[in-house]
């Protein structure tokens, strides 16, 4: 009896809480003037207001056209994680709950003046007992609950969407919110962000001019991060690089190089390559923020070389190759149309030069045609696309003369090189002639074998007539809509006829069982009105 009022207790504390983060929201989409239309400058606020969940949910869905508009993705792009810092006690109490001890037993000193304020963390400058200058990133106390909180609503309104909209399983909004989460979870704990550098700092060993800080593993824990202090200067302060006597262009190649061979040959890149997290200390690009990092399968990185070099080429048959090979088929494809929507947006490119071209557009566009062909994206490839619209625009604000997409094309030229092999390629051609010609000698034998069959009758023959799924679809629909109407007049006719009758119990003099039929009447035909208000 004790452990279930207990149960009941803590069900009824959770469920408050849900209850007053509800209101916080529908205060906030009140304020917003939600009910007067929704604009994609004013979605970007609404999510900045709700907080660090919702910021994270834009971010990651302004690189998913197949969720929003183009125009909405667009905006979403600015969505700042720049926020007021926690007064600095706060911080000393997440210090000291961690450590277990006073912070001055572990630091001779700490800044108080904040190094930078994110929706998860805050960094502050401190120096250890050894006199060594490092950083400390403390994570906000309360932010995991926070934001599984509203990830359990966020997931609770998604079922009620996905109820009222009869969508398909492509455009999942369970699905952004996995990634989202998943994302965020990198984010709030410092432990894998400490691998990520240790991975990082592994993957560009043999650079010379690439670096990460050096994490203090013995004072980092899950809601802590420890390591060294760059001293350096932010890569879009270009005035303060050239008074050094840098050049800019060189190092514009360098980020360009190295970013792509995060991609290509590690499949480990920086998700966030934003200015803020890109720092030129002592001649060296010194990346920072790991804590979100993406992965490409060594299947994801080879469709974007074929990607890459059928736009070069102007090759839609290539380019189509790769589009399939970017995302997983959620419906039977229909190969023509696909192939006239890759032509269509090849022939955008046709006669452009490296200089012309972007590779975060192109991968935008692919993206929007693997939605349209109900083809699900992997979540490498979107923090792929994020990653190289970021990369692009720090490069086109530092170094405008030094394109991405040809540091892209010159990469993956010099692998194809540096992994030619002539005379495995012989051995290939070999190989396959022999394969031909010994196919080619069974021809014969197999179409005498066909046509035998067809003389005894045992031939089958399936035809698949292109462009005949979408009115079937529609063909099935209609029959779907008009078995709802029918069952729908059944509970009407079935209910009024209980009502005449004394069939207990009762509700206002009317049996319960014909308010159920009423009310599951009610909503199959609410439903049905609705679906076809909106195909009107």
């Known amino acids: 009896m004790l452990g279930n009022l207990i149960k009941n207790a803590n069900y009824t504390k959770e469920d408050h809480l849900a209850t007053n983060r509800l209101k916080e929201l529908v205060v906030v989409l009140r304020n917003r003037e939600i009910m007067h239309g929704l604009t994609p400058e004013k979605l970007r606020m609404i999510l900045e207001d709700l907080g660090p969940t919702f910021v994270k949910l834009g971010q990651v869905m302004s690189m998913r056209p197949d969720f929003l508009p183009q125009e909405y993705c667009d905006e979403l792009v600015k969505l700042q994680t720049e926020v007021k810092p926690l007064p600095f006690a706060t911080i000393q109490i997440v210090i000291e709950e961690e450590y277990k001890t006073k912070w001055t037993k572990v630091f001779q000193s700490i800044d108080e003046q904040v190094l930078g304020s994110a929706s998860i963390a805050q960094v502050h400058r401190a120096v250890l007992k050894t006199g060594e200058k490092v950083v400390i990133k403390v994570q906000r106390p309360g932010i995991y609950d926070v934001m599984s909180k509203d990830i359990v609503l966020l997931r609770r309104a998604a079922t009620i969407l996905k109820v009222i909209s009869e969508s398909s399983g492509l455009i999942d909004f369970n699905r952004i919110l996995d990634e989202m989460w998943a994302i965020a979870k990198q984010e709030m704990d410092f432990l894998m962000e400490s691998n990520h550098n240790d991975e990082f700092r592994q993957c560009n060993s043999d650079i010379d001019y690439v670096t990460c800080p050096i994490v ?236 035998k069959m067809t003389m005894s009758g045992q031939t089958k023959v399936n035809f698949d007539l292109t462009g005949s799924e979408e009115p079937l679809r529609q063909v099935d629909k209609m029959i779907n809509k008009l078995i709802v109407g029918i069952i729908s007049s059944a509970l009407l006719l079935g209910s009024s006829i209980i009502c005449t009758t004394q069939m207990t119990p009762k509700i206002m003099e009317i049996p319960l069982l014909g308010v159920f039929g009423y009310i599951a009447a009610l909503i199959l035909c609410t439903r049905l009105v609705f679906s076809i208000m909106k195909k009107k």
């Open 216 to 451: 203090n593993r013995q004072l980092t824990t899950s809601r802590i991060l420890v390591m060294e202090y760059i001293d350096g200067i932010q890569i879009d302060k270009i005035n303060e690089i050239k008074a050094l006597g840098y050049d800019i262009n060189d190092i514009g190649k360098k980020l360009g190089e190295n970013y792509v061979k995060q991609i290509i040959d590690d499949g480990y890149f920086h998700a966030d390559p934003h200015p803020g997290n890109i720092w030129i200390r002592s001649g060296k690009i010194v990346w920072l923020d790991l804590g979100m990092m993406g992965r490409l399968s060594t299947r994801d990185r080879a469709a974007l070389k074929k990607a890459v070099f059928a736009v070069v080429n102007n090759d839609t048959y290539e380019m189509k190759a790769a589009v399939l090979a970017l995302g997983v088929p959620k419906e039977r494809i229909n190969h023509t149309r696909l192939y006239e929507d890759i032509d269509a947006m090849m022939n955008e490119y046709v006669g452009l030069d490296f200089t012309s071209l972007h590779l975060g557009p192109l991968a935008r566009k692919i993206l929007a045609i693997l939605s349209r062909h109900k083809i699900a994206i992997v979540p490498g490839i979107s923090m792929f696309a994020r990653g190289v619209v970021t990369i692009e625009g720090v490069m086109r604000i530092c170094c405008p003369d030094v394109h991405f997409v040809e540091i892209f094309a010159t990469h993956m030229q010099a692998d194809f090189r540096k992994n030619f092999d002539l005379r495995e390629e012989i051995e290939k051609a070999k190989r396959d002639g022999y394969n031909l010609l010994r196919k080619s000698m069974r021809l014969p034998e197999q179409v005498s074998d066909i046509l």
